[in-house]
């Protein structure tokens, strides 16, 4: 599949089959996330691939939709702040790095034929104790992933027009 085609083909699956997901697609995954740019290439982030099965209740608690723990796999991305590059304002870019790996992990997975939801919704105090995240790890975002047993609706998106200025701000 082409890029284009990929990123139109990208939707947000809210239903899964139990089916594994091989090794190897899940490396390649994993790697499209690892070679996604990052402010001075720090890569201040850190994957969890967390296997479902058996832990669906504790899981749910971070976040209660059936569908969130029906792949085999759940992924967490988590951004390493002390790690990050800051901008002379001092605005830490940890978060945006860590969404732009996920970005990157969502669209590979597409491209491997697996579904994904983005997650931002989640209980971050449920998700550090479940995670057992340390200190200064922040929750960014999870995905399920697997095979989508349900199908992309329309994609609703806003104009060009609307979204895109030239040279300096303008309504």
Not at 62 to 73: E, N, S, V
Not at 76 to 90: F, G, N, Q
Not at 92 to 119: K, R
């Amino acid at each position: 599949m082409d890029f284009s085609e990929t990123i139109k083909k990208r939707y947000s699956a809210r239903a899964y089959r139990t089916n594994a997901v091989e090794l190897k697609k899940l490396k390649a995954i994993l790697e499209a996330a690892r070679l996604a740019p990052t402010a001075c290439n720090l890569q201040p982030f850190k994957l969890i691939v967390i296997h479902t099965k058996g832990r669906e209740e504790e899981l749910g608690r971070i976040y209660p939709a059936a569908w969130f723990t029906q792949a085999p796999l759940l992924i967490c991305i988590c951004a390493t702040p002390d790690k990050a590059w800051l901008r002379r304002d001092r605005k830490n870019y940890a978060d945006v790095d860590a969404t732009i790996a996920m970005d990157h992990l969502i669209l590979a997975s597409t491209d491997q034929g697996l579904g994904t939801c983005w997650v931002a919704a989640f209980d971050p105090v449920t998700a550090r104790d479940i995670l057992k995240l340390p200190a200064g790890v922040e929750p960014i975002a999870f995905t399920p992933l697997g095979y989508a047993a349900d199908y992309a609706g329309p994609k609703l998106r806003r104009s060009l027009t609307d979204l895109v200025c030239y040279e300096k701000w303008s309504e």
